[in-house]
Nanobody
Framework: QVQLVESGGGLVQAGGSLTLSCGAS????????MGWFRRAPGTDREFVAG????????KYADSVKDRFTISRDAVKITVYLQMTSLEPGDTGVYSC?????????????????WGQGTQVTVSS
């Protein structure tokens, strides 16, 4: 079993920055790909970013490329999402997820485990 807990959400003005964290526990977590998704009110959940088990391979949605950075710590049990140049369209509930595999989570992935999510609100 894997447990994921997100933190770091909040209210920020457009152009500002936030860093989200996802702490994980459970067996073999360090050998799993991870990812971040978000859901805005009234929309479907969408892929934001993914990282492989090593931290060396990353994937991004086009809408956040060059603004967001996903990373994981040296022991690979915490995953971060650094968000810069935030826009009102980035508002939503951000959830981290993981799957049974080494590769980075992508837009086509179907993660096995999910966190509860953290709210990010960007005001104009």
């Amino acid at each position: 079993q894997v447990q994921l807990v997100e933190s770091g959400g909040g209210l920020v003005q457009a152009g500002g920055s936030l860093t989200l964290s996802c702490g994980a526990s459970g067996r073999t977590f360090s050998f799993r790909g991870m990812g971040w998704f978000r859901r805005a009110p009234g929309t479907d959940r969408e892929f934001v970013a993914g990282v492989d088990w090593s931290g060396r391979v990353t994937k991004y949605a086009d809408s956040v490329k060059d603004r967001f950075t996903i990373s994981r710590d040296a022991v690979k049990i915490t995953v971060y999402l650094q968000m810069t140049s935030l826009e009102p369209g980035d508002t939503g509930v951000y959830s981290c997820a993981t799957q049974n595999g080494l590769g980075a989570i992508t837009n086509d992935s179907m993660p096995t485990y999910w966190g509860q999510g953290t709210q990010v609100t960007v005001s104009s």
